[in-house]
Protein backbone atom coordinates (compact mmCIF):
# COMPACT_ATOMS: atom_id res chain seq x y z
CA UNK A 1 0.00 0.00 0.00
CA UNK A 2 1.26 3.32 -1.17
CA UNK A 3 1.80 6.25 1.47
CA UNK A 4 0.33 9.38 0.80
CA UNK A 5 2.68 11.98 0.56
CA UNK A 6 2.70 15.54 0.38
CA UNK A 7 5.47 17.38 -0.23
CA UNK A 8 4.28 20.94 0.48
CA UNK A 9 3.54 19.89 4.12
CA UNK A 10 6.59 18.13 4.89
CA UNK A 11 8.35 22.02 3.10
CA UNK A 12 6.04 23.20 5.52
CA UNK A 13 7.25 21.37 8.21
CA UNK A 14 10.57 22.22 8.06
CA UNK A 15 9.93 25.86 7.90
CA UNK A 16 8.89 25.28 10.89
CA UNK A 17 11.59 24.15 12.21
CA UNK A 18 13.84 26.77 11.28
CA UNK A 19 11.54 28.99 12.65
CA UNK A 20 12.08 27.13 15.94
CA UNK A 21 15.79 27.36 15.78
CA UNK A 22 15.44 30.99 14.86
CA UNK A 23 14.04 31.51 18.85
CA UNK A 24 17.26 30.72 20.17
CA UNK A 25 19.68 33.28 20.68
CA UNK A 26 21.90 34.12 17.55
CA UNK A 27 25.84 34.53 17.31
CA UNK A 28 27.52 37.57 19.15
CA UNK A 29 24.47 38.21 21.42
CA UNK A 30 25.32 41.17 24.12
CA UNK A 31 28.59 40.12 23.53
CA UNK A 32 30.28 43.58 22.16
CA UNK A 33 32.55 44.45 21.07
CA UNK A 34 32.21 42.56 17.86
CA UNK A 35 29.41 40.72 18.79
CA UNK A 36 28.71 37.96 16.21
CA UNK A 37 27.88 36.85 12.74
CA UNK A 38 24.43 38.49 13.04
CA UNK A 39 25.72 41.62 13.82
CA UNK A 40 28.32 41.21 10.59
CA UNK A 41 25.21 40.83 8.40
CA UNK A 42 23.53 43.86 10.17
CA UNK A 43 26.85 45.42 9.40
CA UNK A 44 27.14 44.89 5.98
CA UNK A 45 23.57 46.15 5.53
CA UNK A 46 24.79 49.49 7.17
CA UNK A 47 27.59 49.97 4.92
CA UNK A 48 25.98 49.08 1.30
CA UNK A 49 23.71 51.26 2.13
CA UNK A 50 25.16 54.66 3.24
CA UNK A 51 28.81 54.59 1.83
CA UNK A 52 29.72 54.61 -2.28
CA UNK A 53 29.94 51.39 -3.83
CA UNK A 54 34.06 52.31 -3.76
CA UNK A 55 33.72 52.39 -0.22
CA UNK A 56 32.54 48.82 0.42
CA UNK A 57 35.65 47.19 0.43
CA UNK A 58 37.95 49.60 1.48
CA UNK A 59 39.21 50.65 4.62
CA UNK A 60 37.80 54.36 5.83
CA UNK A 61 37.21 56.53 8.40
CA UNK A 62 33.46 55.21 7.92
CA UNK A 63 33.97 51.69 6.85
CA UNK A 64 36.50 50.20 9.72
CA UNK A 65 37.48 46.73 7.73
CA UNK A 66 38.87 45.62 11.35
CA UNK A 67 35.10 45.65 12.32
CA UNK A 68 33.17 43.00 10.06
CA UNK A 69 34.35 44.12 6.50
CA UNK A 70 33.19 42.39 3.63
CA UNK A 71 34.23 39.76 2.33
CA UNK A 72 32.07 37.77 0.64
CA UNK A 73 32.14 38.80 -3.42
CA UNK A 74 30.02 41.38 -4.86
CA UNK A 75 26.66 39.57 -5.12
CA UNK A 76 26.88 39.29 -1.68
CA UNK A 77 27.23 43.13 -1.11
CA UNK A 78 24.02 43.04 -3.68
CA UNK A 79 21.92 41.01 -0.95
CA UNK A 80 23.01 43.19 1.57
CA UNK A 81 22.33 46.34 -0.17
CA UNK A 82 18.98 44.95 -0.95
CA UNK A 83 17.95 43.81 2.81
CA UNK A 84 19.57 46.92 4.02
CA UNK A 85 17.31 48.80 2.15
CA UNK A 86 14.15 47.15 3.24
CA UNK A 87 15.29 47.69 7.06
CA UNK A 88 16.04 51.48 6.25
CA UNK A 89 12.55 51.84 5.30
CA UNK A 90 10.94 49.83 8.35
CA UNK A 91 13.34 51.62 10.92
CA UNK A 92 16.31 53.74 9.49
CA UNK A 93 17.88 52.87 13.23
CA UNK A 94 18.59 49.47 11.61
CA UNK A 95 21.11 50.65 9.34
CA UNK A 96 22.24 54.11 10.78
CA UNK A 97 25.90 54.41 9.80
CA UNK A 98 28.07 54.19 12.92
CA UNK A 99 25.71 54.56 15.51
CA UNK A 100 24.07 51.00 14.99
CA UNK A 101 26.44 49.14 15.49
CA UNK A 102 25.29 46.26 17.92
CA UNK A 103 22.15 46.85 17.47
CA UNK A 104 19.81 44.80 19.02
CA UNK A 105 15.91 44.87 19.69
CA UNK A 106 12.74 42.46 19.27
CA UNK A 107 11.47 44.14 16.12
CA UNK A 108 15.28 44.01 14.75
CA UNK A 109 15.54 40.50 15.46
CA UNK A 110 12.43 39.59 13.78
CA UNK A 111 13.01 41.67 10.47
CA UNK A 112 16.93 39.94 10.08
CA UNK A 113 15.39 36.63 11.10
CA UNK A 114 12.68 36.66 8.52
CA UNK A 115 15.19 37.96 5.79
CA UNK A 116 16.88 34.35 6.40
CA UNK A 117 13.90 32.84 6.08
CA UNK A 118 12.48 34.54 2.68
CA UNK A 119 15.83 34.17 1.43
CA UNK A 120 15.72 30.24 2.59
CA UNK A 121 12.64 29.84 0.40
CA UNK A 122 13.56 31.87 -2.79
CA UNK A 123 16.44 29.81 -3.22
CA UNK A 124 16.67 26.71 -1.13
CA UNK A 125 13.70 25.46 -0.45
CA UNK A 126 12.15 26.16 -3.70
CA UNK A 127 15.38 24.64 -5.31
CA UNK A 128 14.51 21.48 -3.27
CA UNK A 129 11.12 21.31 -3.74
CA UNK A 130 11.64 21.08 -7.70
CA UNK A 131 14.50 19.06 -7.68
CA UNK A 132 12.59 16.48 -5.46
CA UNK A 133 9.65 16.61 -6.93
CA UNK A 134 10.55 15.39 -10.23
CA UNK A 135 12.98 12.47 -9.12
CA UNK A 136 11.47 9.31 -10.00
CA UNK A 137 11.44 7.41 -6.68
CA UNK A 138 8.18 5.97 -4.77
CA UNK A 139 6.26 8.41 -2.71
CA UNK A 140 6.53 7.01 0.71
CA UNK A 141 10.84 7.76 0.10
CA UNK A 142 10.55 11.55 -0.99
CA UNK A 143 9.69 12.57 2.55
CA UNK A 144 12.90 10.73 3.66
CA UNK A 145 15.04 12.82 0.69
CA UNK A 146 13.48 16.05 2.00
CA UNK A 147 14.77 15.29 5.59
CA UNK A 148 18.25 14.38 4.51
CA UNK A 149 18.41 17.56 2.16
CA UNK A 150 17.16 19.98 5.04
CA UNK A 151 19.64 18.63 7.15
CA UNK A 152 20.59 19.79 10.27
CA UNK A 153 23.75 21.62 9.89
CA UNK A 154 22.28 24.54 7.16
CA UNK A 155 19.28 25.17 9.69
CA UNK A 156 21.88 25.85 12.91
CA UNK A 157 24.35 27.95 10.97
CA UNK A 158 21.66 30.38 8.91
CA UNK A 159 19.08 30.54 11.33
CA UNK A 160 21.21 29.93 15.11
CA UNK A 161 24.91 31.29 13.96
CA UNK A 162 23.40 33.57 11.60
CA UNK A 163 24.08 33.95 7.81
CA UNK A 164 22.46 33.17 4.56
CA UNK A 165 24.53 30.00 3.14
CA UNK A 166 21.25 28.86 1.64
CA UNK A 167 21.49 31.53 -1.18
CA UNK A 168 24.94 30.28 -2.16
CA UNK A 169 23.58 26.39 -2.08
CA UNK A 170 20.06 26.99 -3.92
CA UNK A 171 21.96 28.82 -6.56
CA UNK A 172 24.38 25.93 -6.81
CA UNK A 173 21.12 23.41 -6.24
CA UNK A 174 19.35 24.94 -9.63
CA UNK A 175 22.52 24.68 -11.41
CA UNK A 176 22.36 20.97 -10.95
CA UNK A 177 19.03 20.86 -11.73
CA UNK A 178 19.67 22.60 -14.60
CA UNK A 179 21.96 20.20 -15.54
CA UNK A 180 20.14 17.42 -15.17
CA UNK A 181 17.28 19.08 -17.54
CA UNK A 182 20.01 18.94 -20.22
CA UNK A 183 19.92 23.42 -19.80
CA UNK A 184 23.68 23.85 -19.53
CA UNK A 185 23.62 27.90 -20.14
CA UNK A 186 21.27 28.38 -17.43
CA UNK A 187 23.42 26.04 -15.14
CA UNK A 188 26.34 27.92 -16.43
CA UNK A 189 24.31 31.71 -15.66
CA UNK A 190 22.75 30.20 -11.82
CA UNK A 191 26.67 28.40 -10.74
CA UNK A 192 28.46 31.63 -11.92
CA UNK A 193 25.72 33.56 -9.23
CA UNK A 194 26.22 31.05 -6.62
CA UNK A 195 29.81 31.36 -7.06
CA UNK A 196 29.27 35.24 -7.45
CA UNK A 197 27.46 35.00 -3.78
CA UNK A 198 30.17 32.75 -1.72
CA UNK A 199 33.74 32.35 -3.13
CA UNK A 200 33.36 28.71 -1.29
CA UNK A 201 31.43 27.54 -4.23
CA UNK A 202 34.64 26.66 -5.90
CA UNK A 203 34.39 23.70 -3.88
CA UNK A 204 31.34 22.32 -6.49
CA UNK A 205 33.49 24.46 -9.73
CA UNK A 206 35.66 21.50 -10.84
CA UNK A 207 32.62 18.77 -11.26
CA UNK A 208 30.42 21.46 -12.74
CA UNK A 209 33.62 22.56 -15.64
CA UNK A 210 34.21 19.14 -16.36
CA UNK A 211 30.40 17.88 -16.64
CA UNK A 212 29.10 20.71 -18.73
CA UNK A 213 32.55 20.67 -21.13
CA UNK A 214 32.05 17.02 -21.42
CA UNK A 215 28.29 17.98 -22.48
CA UNK A 216 29.70 19.71 -25.66
CA UNK A 217 31.29 16.67 -26.69
CA UNK A 218 28.32 14.17 -27.27
CA UNK A 219 28.87 11.26 -29.19
CA UNK A 220 27.69 11.80 -32.58
CA UNK A 221 27.70 15.71 -32.74
CA UNK A 222 30.12 17.65 -35.32
CA UNK A 223 33.41 19.38 -34.29
CA UNK A 224 31.71 22.94 -35.48
CA UNK A 225 28.02 22.38 -33.10
CA UNK A 226 30.86 21.24 -30.17
CA UNK A 227 32.62 24.03 -30.57
CA UNK A 228 29.31 26.32 -30.68
CA UNK A 229 27.91 24.42 -27.35
CA UNK A 230 31.41 25.17 -25.34
CA UNK A 231 31.83 29.04 -26.86
CA UNK A 232 27.95 29.59 -25.70
CA UNK A 233 28.46 27.97 -22.07
CA UNK A 234 31.79 29.78 -21.57
CA UNK A 235 30.44 33.52 -22.68
CA UNK A 236 27.26 33.23 -21.08
CA UNK A 237 29.52 32.28 -17.87
CA UNK A 238 31.59 35.70 -18.93
CA UNK A 239 28.61 37.56 -19.31
CA UNK A 240 27.20 36.83 -15.96
CA UNK A 241 30.80 37.62 -14.35
CA UNK A 242 31.08 41.16 -16.01
CA UNK A 243 27.46 41.98 -15.03
CA UNK A 244 28.19 41.51 -11.69
CA UNK A 245 31.58 43.04 -11.26
CA UNK A 246 30.84 45.35 -13.83
CA UNK A 247 30.30 48.70 -11.20
CA UNK A 248 33.82 48.10 -9.79
CA UNK A 249 35.30 47.15 -13.32
CA UNK A 250 34.64 50.68 -14.10
CA UNK A 251 36.24 52.24 -10.38
CA UNK A 252 39.52 52.91 -10.16
CA UNK A 253 42.98 53.67 -7.17
CA UNK A 254 43.01 49.66 -7.04
CA UNK A 255 39.03 48.61 -6.53
CA UNK A 256 39.68 45.60 -7.98
CA UNK A 257 42.67 44.39 -6.23
CA UNK A 258 41.26 45.71 -3.24
CA UNK A 259 38.06 43.22 -3.59
CA UNK A 260 40.08 40.50 -4.35
CA UNK A 261 42.33 40.72 -1.49
CA UNK A 262 39.32 40.87 0.80
CA UNK A 263 37.43 37.68 -0.98
CA UNK A 264 40.58 35.63 -0.44
CA UNK A 265 42.32 36.86 2.52
CA UNK A 266 45.49 34.66 2.82
CA UNK A 267 46.54 37.10 5.42
CA UNK A 268 44.12 34.95 7.90
CA UNK A 269 45.91 31.60 7.60
CA UNK A 270 45.17 28.36 6.70
CA UNK A 271 42.12 27.37 9.47
CA UNK A 272 40.00 28.83 11.42
CA UNK A 273 39.20 27.19 14.72
CA UNK A 274 38.44 23.67 15.21
CA UNK A 275 38.00 22.26 11.77
CA UNK A 276 37.94 18.68 10.89
CA UNK A 277 40.62 18.84 8.29
CA UNK A 278 44.09 17.50 7.15
CA UNK A 279 46.07 20.59 8.01
CA UNK A 280 44.28 21.40 11.22
CA UNK A 281 44.48 17.58 12.40
CA UNK A 282 48.29 17.77 10.87
CA UNK A 283 48.70 20.53 13.40
CA UNK A 284 48.52 18.73 16.90
CA UNK A 285 52.15 17.09 15.96
CA UNK A 286 53.25 19.24 13.35
CA UNK A 287 52.76 23.54 14.01
CA UNK A 288 52.35 24.26 10.38
CA UNK A 289 52.18 27.75 10.70
CA UNK A 290 55.48 27.94 12.82
CA UNK A 291 57.79 26.21 9.70
CA UNK A 292 56.18 27.31 6.81
CA UNK A 293 55.32 30.48 5.44
CA UNK A 294 51.78 31.58 4.34
CA UNK A 295 52.95 31.47 0.78
CA UNK A 296 54.55 28.21 0.56
CA UNK A 297 51.50 26.79 2.63
CA UNK A 298 48.88 28.37 -0.20
CA UNK A 299 50.84 26.38 -2.82
CA UNK A 300 51.08 23.19 -0.54
CA UNK A 301 47.60 23.51 -0.40
CA UNK A 302 46.76 23.96 -3.88
CA UNK A 303 48.71 21.07 -5.02
CA UNK A 304 47.42 18.67 -2.92
CA UNK A 305 43.81 19.86 -3.28
CA UNK A 306 44.87 19.99 -7.02
CA UNK A 307 46.02 16.18 -6.58
CA UNK A 308 42.72 15.01 -5.23
CA UNK A 309 40.00 16.94 -7.55
CA UNK A 310 41.34 16.85 -10.98
CA UNK A 311 41.36 12.66 -11.34
CA UNK A 312 37.45 13.01 -10.29
CA UNK A 313 36.88 15.58 -12.87
CA UNK A 314 39.29 13.34 -15.31
CA UNK A 315 36.59 10.69 -14.78
CA UNK A 316 33.71 12.48 -14.54
CA UNK A 317 34.56 14.06 -18.18
CA UNK A 318 35.48 10.45 -19.47
CA UNK A 319 32.49 8.52 -17.58
CA UNK A 320 29.73 11.63 -18.05
CA UNK A 321 26.70 10.76 -16.40
CA UNK A 322 24.72 12.25 -13.70
CA UNK A 323 25.52 9.74 -10.87
CA UNK A 324 29.07 10.42 -11.72
CA UNK A 325 28.53 14.12 -11.71
CA UNK A 326 27.02 13.85 -8.14
CA UNK A 327 29.55 11.50 -6.61
CA UNK A 328 32.34 14.04 -8.46
CA UNK A 329 30.63 16.75 -6.58
CA UNK A 330 30.79 14.91 -2.98
CA UNK A 331 34.58 14.09 -3.82
CA UNK A 332 36.01 17.23 -5.02
CA UNK A 333 34.04 19.32 -2.16
CA UNK A 334 35.41 16.68 0.60
CA UNK A 335 39.55 17.53 -1.44
CA UNK A 336 38.78 21.31 -0.71
CA UNK A 337 37.08 20.70 2.65
CA UNK A 338 40.11 18.22 3.50
CA UNK A 339 43.24 20.15 1.91
CA UNK A 340 42.60 23.53 0.58
CA UNK A 341 43.77 26.67 2.19
CA UNK A 342 41.52 28.92 5.17
CA UNK A 343 38.61 25.90 6.06
CA UNK A 344 36.27 27.19 8.32
CA UNK A 345 33.82 24.79 10.14
CA UNK A 346 30.57 25.29 8.36
CA UNK A 347 32.43 24.94 5.00
CA UNK A 348 31.47 21.31 5.26
CA UNK A 349 27.80 22.64 3.97
CA UNK A 350 30.08 22.30 0.78
CA UNK A 351 30.11 18.85 0.89
CA UNK A 352 26.48 17.97 2.58
CA UNK A 353 24.74 19.34 -0.51
CA UNK A 354 25.78 16.91 -2.74
CA UNK A 355 25.96 14.20 -0.20
CA UNK A 356 22.24 15.40 0.07
CA UNK A 357 21.03 14.99 -3.51
CA UNK A 358 22.72 11.43 -4.15
CA UNK A 359 21.71 10.11 -1.17
CA UNK A 360 19.18 7.68 -3.07
CA UNK A 361 21.89 5.92 -4.43
CA UNK A 362 23.13 5.02 -0.81
CA UNK A 363 20.49 6.51 1.58
CA UNK A 364 21.88 5.16 4.88
CA UNK A 365 25.76 6.18 3.89
CA UNK A 366 24.22 9.76 3.31
CA UNK A 367 22.13 9.79 6.78
CA UNK A 368 25.44 9.08 8.29
CA UNK A 369 27.37 11.84 6.82
CA UNK A 370 24.86 14.02 7.39
CA UNK A 371 25.01 13.36 11.21
CA UNK A 372 28.28 13.71 11.40
CA UNK A 373 28.95 16.80 9.62
CA UNK A 374 26.31 18.33 11.81
CA UNK A 375 28.45 16.70 15.11
CA UNK A 376 31.40 18.17 13.57
CA UNK A 377 30.29 21.93 14.42
CA UNK A 378 29.80 21.43 18.05
CA UNK A 379 32.19 23.38 18.84
CA UNK A 380 30.74 26.48 16.86
CA UNK A 381 27.33 25.72 18.41
CA UNK A 382 28.92 25.76 22.08
CA UNK A 383 30.26 29.12 21.31
CA UNK A 384 27.18 30.44 20.26
CA UNK A 385 25.05 28.45 22.81
CA UNK A 386 23.30 26.43 20.37
CA UNK A 387 24.03 22.99 22.06
CA UNK A 388 20.00 22.77 23.07
CA UNK A 389 18.11 23.44 18.84
CA UNK A 390 21.24 21.33 17.40
CA UNK A 391 20.31 18.08 19.78
CA UNK A 392 17.14 18.55 19.14
CA UNK A 393 17.24 19.03 15.27
CA UNK A 394 19.08 16.71 14.85
CA UNK A 395 16.44 13.99 16.93
CA UNK A 396 13.96 15.39 14.48
Known sequence: MDVPFKLEVIALTTVIIKLGVSLFPYSGKNNPP????????????????????????????????????LDYPPLTAYHSYLT??????????????????????????????????????????????????NLKMDNKYKWVFFALCSHPGLT????????YNSVSLGLALWAIIFVSKGRNLW???????????????????????????????????TLI???????????????????????????????????L???????????????????????????????LEPTSIASYCLLLTAL???PCGLHLYFKNSLRNFHLCLINVSLAFF?????????SILLVTLPVSIASPYFPFTAFWFLSISHFSMLPLYAKDDLILPAVAVLAL
Open 34 to 69: MFGDYEAQRHWMEITVNLPIQDWYRNTTDNDLLYWG
Open 187 to 221: AAVAFSAALNFKQMELYHAIPMFFYLLASCHRKGS
Open 84 to 133: GLMAKKINPDYVNLLASRGFESPNHQFFMRMSVLVSDCLFFISALYFYIK
Open 225 to 259: SQLVNLIKIGVVTLATFALIWYPFLQLHDGLLQQV
Open 261 to 291: SRVFPFNRGIFEDYVANFWCTLNVLVKIRRI
Open 308 to 310: FSF
Open 156 to 163: LIDYGHFQ
Open 338 to 346: LFSYHVHEK
